[in-house]
Each structure stands twice: as C-alpha cells, then as structure tokens.
C-alpha cells in the first residue's frame, strides 16, 4: 500500500500503519442497520476502479483527528487492501490539525486534488467547526458545502464519505436530544446533494448512554484506538453499502446550494500576489519571522508574510465574492483592519484562545457576498491587540478567494 503526499504538505504524513481488524473488540462492531449511518449514494465508480482498474486512490481531510495516521486513515485502506487484495491502494492524508472546514474549502485543491485522480474522499470536520472555530451553522454549511460541491462538480467519479466526530460538549448535547450546531449542518449539507455520511457522534452518544462502552474507551475528543476502530468500522459499513449500490457518487443534475454564499468556488493565493512595502517580510516559516510560539513541523516549508508595524498595510487584488486569509494566529497576533475597493473598514482580531503558545492555523473572512469580478482588498495594522495577545502582528500563508 503506497502513500501519497500532498503537494504542499510534505511534512504531515509518516508511513502508514497496518491495522489488524483480527484485534476487533466486539463492542466496536457495526451492523448493516446501524441507524447513525446514512447510504445516500451508491459508489459505482469506486468499485470499478477496485475491481477493474485495480487502483484506488483514498485521500482523507480533516482536522488532527484526520492527521492521525494510525487512525481511520489507515484502518479503512487496510480493509479496502484486505477485501480488494489485487488493487493498489494509495492514500493521502491531508489533516491538519486545528483546521476548520473553511479552510478545508480553500485547500481543497492543492492539498487533495493537485496531483493524481481521487476515488474516495473521507471529510471530517464537525469537532474543529464546533470547539476551535466556534462556527455558527451559517459557516459551518458554507465550509462544507464548499468541499463537496467542488469534488461533485470537478471530480464526479469521486466517492465521498462524511464523518461526524464527537468533543464533550458535543457529547452532552447528544445526550439530552440535542444535535450539535455543526453535526447538523453538515447532515444538512450530506441529505442536499447525497452524500454517505458517517454519524460516530450520534453513534458514541447511544453507546456510553446505554452502558455498551464508557467515554473514557472510546478514548476522548481525539479517540484512542477502540474509538478509532468504532470510526473505521462504521465507514467501512457505510462504504460496504454504497459499493452494493448501481449508481454513482455524485448526482447527475446538482442540487440548489443551500447557502449561495458556499465556498464553492475556494482556492488559495500566494502572499507574494500582494503589494506592500515597509512592515512587512516574506519568507520561510522559521524561528526568525516567527518568534514566540510553538510552530508545527508541517508548515516549516510554507512560505509566510509577516507583518510587524503598526499601520503597516497591503493590497491584494482579487477575482471574487469573498476574500480572508490562511494565518498563523500567534501569542503576537493583533487586530487587523481591512478596506475592500475603498469601503468601509472592518476590523478583525487574529488572535485566538489557543494562539497562547501556539502559533495557531486558522481562516479569517474579511470580506463576503461580494459582487462576482475583479476587487482591491486593503489590509492594516492597526496597533490595537486583543487582551490575551502580546502584540500586534499578522502571519499570513495564503490569502483566501472564492471565486
């Protein structure tokens, strides 16, 4: 089983674990009739890239839960190589942690799809959407929403599986018949355009409520390996039924867009496409542009623009409805002003609740719902800096555009 790196991660991906499925505790097991698992499609084309081709590419995207490479991103082709022995599975293992599915919209393309052709896409996003975002269900639907119609629309042959994972918090609402912000939006977003979804929130939530297992053996937020295997096994049963099925992945006529303003149409632009001039550095992620906070190994071959002085600004020109940026949100990070074609500013604080000691991935929208075509984005240091923040700089990886 061959791995594949994505194009711009180089760093995030380690040699792929083999999972035994021998080792199954029998309280991960999953029946066909699992109510928490929703067959909206049929994976045609995924069985005869199988079967025929005797190729498969799996690629999966995500948050740290993803990036855990001895987790569902392993168990799940282990079992595709185990059923389909005379296919080649290759797999790409885009998660990064702390990421959110806004940004998964803008990295869509060049961390999934910029390279070779892609049968199954394994989506997770619900737990970073709901405790690092803090996304209301408007941005929740627009992130998703983006990544879907986008592997619909340009990679129809693609099979696509969503998976809700679950936090505490989340727990608890399930619990008392609740359904978290983000876990419904992205169902939301599954039933519109018929998606396979995976639901392991609702799943985790039965379970420990009905004494089949405690929280503490699925593992926590970040599941140990019992939790992983409840995971793997609900996908490949969810994946066993959609391979039964005759029709393919995507639908043959699109359905409407549930929020016009989904990134649909996300990409990234490089930092060095704007123009400024003193207060700001471009460079390598390093110790030097960075000082204070950890840094991830898997950004130190991104190349970042670092702004240090206040009122220092730059313009961006951009084709596009909405417009923000790829950060990383530092102990430093300040507040930043933004102006689009000569309008009015809007301020945004970069600084988030874990850039503490982290110098911490995340999306920033500075401007939406913008008229179709070509606009300036101007954006300032103001010098102004959350409470919490021990500066007033902004860390820049890529600007974000939907087109």
Not at 114 to 126: H, K, M, P, S, T
Not at 146 to 166: A, E
Request: hydrophobic share 35%; with cysteine; glycine share 12%.
């Amino acid at each position: 089983m061959k791995l594949l790196l994505p194009a711009l991660l180089p760093s995030l991906l380690i040699p792929l674990i083999q999972i035994s499925s021998a080792q199954d505790d029998p309280r991960s097991a999953i029946g066909a009739d699992n109510p928490h698992l929703h067959v909206r499609s049929g994976l045609a084309s995924l069985r005869k890239r199988l079967e025929v081709d005797r190729k498969c590419h799996v690629a999966f995207l995500g948050g740290s839960i993803t990036q855990n490479t001895s987790g569902h991103t392993a168990m799940v082709p282990a079992w595709l190589k185990k059923t389909f022995p005379d296919a080649e599975v290759t797999v790409t293992n885009a998660g990064l942690g702390s990421t959110c599915s806004t940004s998964g919209a803008f990295r869509l393309k060049p961390h999934i799809f910029g390279r070779e052709q892609v049968d199954l896409l394994v989506v997770e996003f619900a737990v970073n959407d709901d405790q690092d975002a803090g996304h209301a269900r408007r941005e929740c639907i627009r992130g998703m929403e983006g990544i879907i119609r986008q592997t619909q629309r340009d990679h129809p042959h693609c099979g696509i599986v969503m998976v809700q994972y679950v936090n505490p918090g989340m727990l608890d609402k399930l619990k008392k018949g609740e359904v978290p912000v983000a876990i419904a939006a992205h169902e939301a977003v599954a039933s519109r355009h018929k998606v396979i979804s995976v639901n392991v929130a609702a799943e985790v939530a039965a379970a420990t409520k009905e004494g089949r297992y405690r929280w503490q053996d699925y593992g926590g937020t970040h599941p140990g390996r019992f939790g992983y295997r409840v995971a793997s096994n609900m996908i490949i049963t969810a994946l066993e039924a959609g391979l039964a099925k005759g029709q393919d992945a995507a639908p043959a006529k699109p359905a409407d867009l549930l929020d016009p303003g989904s990134y649909d149409q996300g990409h990234f632009i490089s930092p060095a496409e704007a123009k400024f001039a003193g207060g700001w550095q471009l460079g390598k992620v390093s110790r030097e542009l960075l000082p204070l906070g950890g840094i991830r190994p898997q950004y130190s071959s991104y190349q970042l623009l670092r702004g240090t002085q206040p009122g220092a600004s730059l313009k961006l020109e951009f084709s596009g409805r909405t417009v923000g940026a790829f950060l990383l949100a530092g102990p430093d990070a300040g507040i930043v002003e933004a102006r689009i074609d000569g309008g009015p500013p809007t301020r945004h604080d970069l600084y988030h609740r874990y850039s503490r000691g982290l110098n911490y991935p995340r999306s920033v929208i500075f401007g939406t719902g913008l008229k179709p075509g070509k606009h300036v984005l101007e954006l300032k240091l103001t010098g102004d800096k959350n409470g919490g923040s021990r500066g007033t700089t902004a860390s820049i990886l890529f600007f974000e555009v939907n087109r």
